[in-house]
């Protein structure tokens, strides 16, 4: 579904090449200033790359932009939703319509459908377990992390992405809420979905995915299969030295 060739930015990233599949759950691990944000934010068109290619169900993204990016079906979950994921002082019902808002937009007036979008806003609500209470909030800021997580994947799923990029999706959520995130992961994977998997936890990662990439100074220093998945060595491969180029 996702396709990465030789994707490099000097200082930053270095021929980064890796696909991902259809109703896979690929996890990315590494240390803090590994550079699997700042792979994420160039997957996403928020920073551009040198070198390489990416490619989304076999067709090149030739243009650096998020919105040429969510238009191809490809989803970004930040790892700081208080300050990207959301919109800390808007109601919840908005920020959950915020990518899809556009699709509720009249054919003449380009007025919003509130109905519409309250029903589809509602349903996506629903899916994430988020209870009908919390869309009645105000601010999102007043609701619990687990809860506001559960706001940003539902924002995502309005959209009906194809593709994605989960970086760091259960930092600072608590154990119940955790579950909650890796149940929508697995069902999005058992619909036919390609999700991205960033976490510095490496027992998250081995409980959640089919395989596993390491990256350390901005490269991928190796890849395991499911079958091959050891806490020692993927942390081996998170730790070894190499040289940006």
Request: charged residues 25%; contains cysteine.
């Amino acid at each position: 579904m996702l396709e990465v060739k030789g994707v490099s930015q000097p200082g930053i990233v270095a021929n980064i090449s890796f696909a991902l599949h259809k109703g896979e759950i690929l996890g990315l691990s590494g240390l803090m200033g590994s550079g699997r944000t700042e792979l994420a934010r160039v997957l996403f068109g928020l920073d551009s790359c040198e070198r390489g290619e990416i490619l989304l169900q076999g067709v090149p993204l030739s243009r650096c932009s998020p919105r040429d990016r969510i238009r191809g079906g490809i989803a970004f979950l930040t790892e700081d939703r208080r300050e990207e994921g959301l919109l800390m002082g808007a109601s919840v019902v908005d920020n959950v319509a915020l990518v899809a808002l556009p699709s509720f937009g009249g054919t003449l007036a380009k007025l919003i459908d509130q109905h519409r979008m309250v029903s589809a806003v509602s349903e996506v609500a629903a899916s994430v377990r988020l209870r009908h209470t919390a869309l009645d909030r105000p601010e999102a800021k007043t609701l619990s992390g687990g809860n506001q997580q559960k706001v940003v994947l539902a924002k995502w799923l309005l959209e009906k992405p194809s593709v994605f990029i989960l970086d760091e999706p259960t930092r600072g959520i608590d154990v119940g809420a955790k579950y909650e995130v890796y149940r929508i992961i697995n069902d999005l994977a058992a619909e036919g979905a390609g999700l991205l998997f960033i976490s510095s936890e490496i027992e998250e990662l081995i409980g959640m995915c089919d395989r596993i990439l390491v990256m350390s100074n901005g490269e991928i220093q190796d890849c395991f299969e499911r079958a091959d998945f050891d806490k020692e060595k993927i942390l081996r491969a998170a730790i070894r030295e190499t040289t940006l180029r």
